[in-house]
């Protein structure tokens, strides 16, 4: 008999190779290696013969609407950023790092469907007891007689439970704290991950059941463990949010069934998580009247426009290498931007000898470029010590030449804008969404002439 293949795979993110190391060299984690057997071939695999399937293939055009229909779940903001509703045999994979809600939202969205679908939901939970469930589900009032409760962290004595209530729906908590008996190694390892998130998708698959998974992530809000567990699943949910505020952002990193980067808010109380319908007026600041260095923007996360206000600060005091820190955005973006601003007006090139801080507000992470122009017109504020009228609103990317280029969404963008009372509103000029009542900007420098107060550029149509 020949001798199996050996190999070698990290613990923590699944990375396999020829030989052992002591670091491995892709997440760069010390002692996470060790040594695996490579699977044998199949007979199939080895005389190349094709094997009869299981089910034979369909035209589409007579695969039935029902099977893709969409079941809500009662939870709004839930149903929302998966598209609308589960769809039947869907597995979505719900990650965030410890202790920022998952549990919560997730028996809530559990608490959700039973008042609204008939059947069962049944929620396997491997990290806490029955009697530890129950006090979070009084708590958030989320008790019910068809939410079922197992504490079992064996992936047979799971699916047993599944076979026996036949639920309409399926919660494993967490995917990483179930370990399948017919496989050595510890529960969380990812030889155990990707076999029990491999069986539990083939069953939800095979009987048409929804089946929501709770996984870790890295402080990047990456998913953490093998690569390979984000393709087996239909739909990751990153959720996200600091211990220390209460705002909580669900967001579609992948939807096989819907739009990706859609995202919802919630808010951490000590009855649960309380949906934001309305989240863009988190991410603005509550003020009388406007202050220099501020200048407010509508960015896109998925389908839905969100306010968010940019908050900029020029230190005059700078040392012999100009600082640049930022919150929110990406950084290397703002540097150029500042650059981009430092040659767009008169009294702007100080700019390059300034210390120079930009943020966003409510804990916002844009990375639309479509808030470009608002962080050079707020950096430009500051500056001047100009305050930006409170109904002035900039939308558009800028280049490294200063032009204001056209974003995507602009309609919705201003429709939002207008909704919340803006009323003078910078656009991209010759963007393909053709809107009225909006100022156009070619350039950065005429938006900067706006905010120092020319009257001629900011009543004309169309600044030049």
């Known amino acids: 008999m020949a001798k199996a293949a050996l190999s070698y795979q990290c613990n923590a993110c699944g990375a396999t190779s020829l030989r052992w190391v002591g670091r491995c060299p892709k997440c760069q984690e010390f002692g996470t290696v060790a040594e695996i057997a490579a699977a044998p071939a199949t007979k199939a695999a080895k005389s190349g013969k094709a094997v009869a399937a299981v089910r034979p293939a369909q035209p589409v055009s007579e695969i039935a609407d029902e099977r893709v229909r969409r079941l809500p779940t009662g939870a709004g903001e839930f149903d929302r950023v998966v598209g609308g509703g589960l769809v039947a045999g869907q597995v979505v994979l719900v990650a965030g790092e410890p202790g920022v809600g998952k549990s919560t939202l997730l028996l809530a969205v559990a608490h959700a469907f039973t ?3 008939p059947g069962t939901v049944l929620y396997a939970s491997g990290e806490e007891s029955a009697d530890q469930i129950a006090l979070r589900a009084r708590r958030i009032g989320a008790v019910s007689e068809r939410l079922l409760v197992t504490d079992d962290n064996d992936l047979f004595a799971i699916l047993g439970q599944v076979d026996h209530h036949r639920p309409g729906l399926v919660i494993v908590d967490s995917v990483q704290t179930i370990s399948s008996s017919e496989l050595e190694g510890r529960a969380g390892g990812v030889s155990q991950v990707l076999e ?34 984000e393709h087996l699943v239909d739909t990751v949910l990153t959720f996200e949010g600091e211990r220390t505020t209460a705002l909580r952002l669900l967001r579609a990193a992948k939807n096989r069934y819907g739009p990706a980067d859609e995202i919802v808010a919630f808010e951490q ?7 934001v319908v309305d989240p863009s007026e988190l991410f603005r600041g509550q003020r009388d009247t406007p202050v220099p260095g ?3 923007t509508v960015t896109m996360e998925g389908r839905r426009p969100l306010l968010a206000e940019i908050q900029a600060l020029v230190s005059p005091d700078g040392g012999p290498v100009a600082r640049r820190t930022v919150t929110g955005l990406d950084t290397t973006r703002v540097v150029t931007l500042a650059a981009v601003t430092a040659q767009s007006g ?31 017109l707020a950096i430009a504020s500051a500056q001047l010590e100009t305050a930006i009228p409170a109904d002035v609103l900039a939308i558009g990317e800028i280049a490294l030449s200063g032009d204001v280029r056209p974003v995507p969404f602009l309609a919705q963008r201003v429709a939002e804008a207008r909704r919340l009372r803006y009323k003078r509103i910078l656009v991209p000029a010759g963007s393909r969404d053709r809107v009225d009542g909006v100022i156009e900007v070619r350039h950065l420098e005429a938006g900067l002439r706006a905010i120092q107060g020319h009257a001629e550029a900011a009543r004309q149509p169309g600044l030049r």
Do not use: H, W, Y
């Not at 095979?206 to 463990?225: E, M, W, Y």
């Open 115 to 117: 008042k609204r679908n």
């Open 196 to 229: 029990v998130t491999q069986v539990l998708t083939r069953t939800a698959k095979q009987r048409g059941l929804p089946l929501l998974l709770i996984g870790q992530s890295t402080k990047d809000n990456s998913v953490a463990g093998p690569r390979a567990l």
């Open 269 to 275: 109380t000590d009855t649960g998580l309380a949906e």
């Open 294 to 296: 501020t200048c407010v």
């Open 346 to 376: 008169a009294g702007m090139k100080v700019l390059s000898q300034r210390d120079i801080f930009v943020a966003t507000v409510g804990g916002a992470q844009i990375s639309d470029p479509g808030a470009d122009l608002a962080v050079c």
